[in-house]
């Protein structure tokens, strides 16, 4: 279940049920409920875009169905890969603004799009503006991708990334306490893909020192 194709695999620690919400409950329950053939899922960096991307590929994968995931950031992408696609169940295709422009890219995108909707296929695209600011060339293809379903993710607030960082801290298995939480908060990176791997980062320190996060310890390490 765990495997993706060409050789990437899904995280094993991403799921619906670790993932913070806030204000985007309903795109959220959308993703889990609506049984669209074309999705579209949009919102600034660090938002959560790729783990609910994963986390729909892991409930329909454990249903034994055909998945696949990928991240067009990964420079191992070409348009190639895109061929046969429309065999699988559900397609996640991630980063979708790292192709925007390229002809080659947007017409084999164009084609499995109609592809997979033949075949009823579900396919489901993050990029990070909406598809009218998405700088497509292919005419055919903008018009595609304003079908179906438009979802945005909204950015979380302080408190509200607070609340996630101790979510992630729990499923971790250890605690991270609402001052040290603002500590970091208000000294480091603030988008979430940062704090997401500092808090990898504080985990491991912790597991190999045998101590709890305090701010003293959390000085210590930076």
């Known amino acids: 279940m765990n495997q993706l194709l060409l050789g990437i695999g899904l995280r094993d620690n991403v799921s619906f049920s670790n993932f913070y919400p806030a204000k985007n409950h309903q795109a959220v329950q959308a993703l889990q409920l609506v049984d669209e053939t074309f ?14 991307l994963q986390a729909l590929c892991q409930d329909i994968a454990e249903q034994g169905q055909a998945v696949a995931y990928l991240p067009l950031a990964e420079e191992s992408m070409a348009p190639q890969m895109l061929e046969g696609m429309e065999a699988m169940s559900l397609l ?4 979708l603004d790292q192709i925007a422009g390229n ?7 164009f084609h499995l799009y109609n592809r997979m ?13 909406a598809p009218a600011a998405l700088p497509v060339q292919l005419p055919d293809l903008a018009s595609r991708l304003s079908y179906g379903l438009t979802l945005q993710l909204h950015e979380l607030n302080d408190e509200e990334k607070l609340k996630l960082l101790q979510l992630r801290a729990g499923n971790r298995g250890f605690d991270l306490p609402d001052e ?5 908060l208000k ?4 988008d979430m893909d940062s704090l997401i791997q500092l808090l990898d ?3 491991s320190a912790t597991m190999e020192a045998q101590r709890k996060l305090t701010i003293p310890f959390v000085k210590s390490l930076f």
């Open 180 to 184: 040290v939480a603002n500590y970091l």
């Open 117 to 129: 909707r033949d075949a009823g296929g579900r396919l489901l695209v993050a990029a990070r503006v």
């Open 201 to 203: 980062k504080l985990d």
């Open 92 to 95: 996640a295709i991630d980063d």
């Open 39 to 52: 999705i579209y899922l949009w919102g600034s960096s660090g938002s959560g875009k790729s783990h609910l």
């Open 103 to 109: 002809v080659e890219w947007e017409t084999a995108l």
């Open 187 to 190: 000294r480091c990176e603030r």
